[in-house]
């Protein structure tokens, strides 16, 4: 049984910083392209980063190039999200999310509809 668990959410003054963690069990992590997604209230689930399987590729929202960077350790199943400079519109459930591989590979994706896994949230909050 897959499961993902995020951890590290919690309130924040703006321009402070977080980092989310999201442990992966129960298949070969190292083969998954990642993504963290976010919802505020009343909005659609956004993508914020995804990253490929081998780590070698990312893509971030326009909305937080240059203040949030994801990384990845295949030995410990677990992906990382080191969010700073926060801003109030940051505030959001984070959730992360996994798309099944086969092998390791420079793709990611883009898209909710594509993760085949996901997490259960970790609530960011961002007071101004």
């Known amino acids: 049984q897959v499961q993902l668990v995020e951890s590290g959410g919690g309130l924040v003054q703006a321009g402070g910083s977080l980092r989310l963690s999201c442990a992966a069990s129960g298949r070969t992590f190292s083969t998954d392209a990642m993504g963290w997604f976010r919802q505020a209230p009343g909005l659609e689930r956004d993508l914020v980063v995804c990253?490929?399987?081998?780590?070698?590729?990312?893509y971030y929202a326009d909305s937080v190039k240059g203040r949030f960077t994801i990384s990845r350790d295949n030995a410990k199943n677990t992906v990382y999200l080191q969010m700073n400079s926060l801003l109030p519109e940051d505030t959001a459930v984070y959730y992360c999310?996994?798309?099944?591989?086969?092998?390791?590979?420079?793709?990611?994706?883009?898209?909710?509809?594509?993760?085949?896994?996901w997490g259960q949230g970790t609530q960011v909050t961002v007071s101004s």
């Open positions: 999310a996994t798309k099944t591989g086969f092998g390791t590979s420079r793709y990611y994706y883009t898209r909710a509809n594509e993760y085949d896994y």
């Open positions: 990253i490929s399987s081998s780590g070698s590729s990312t």
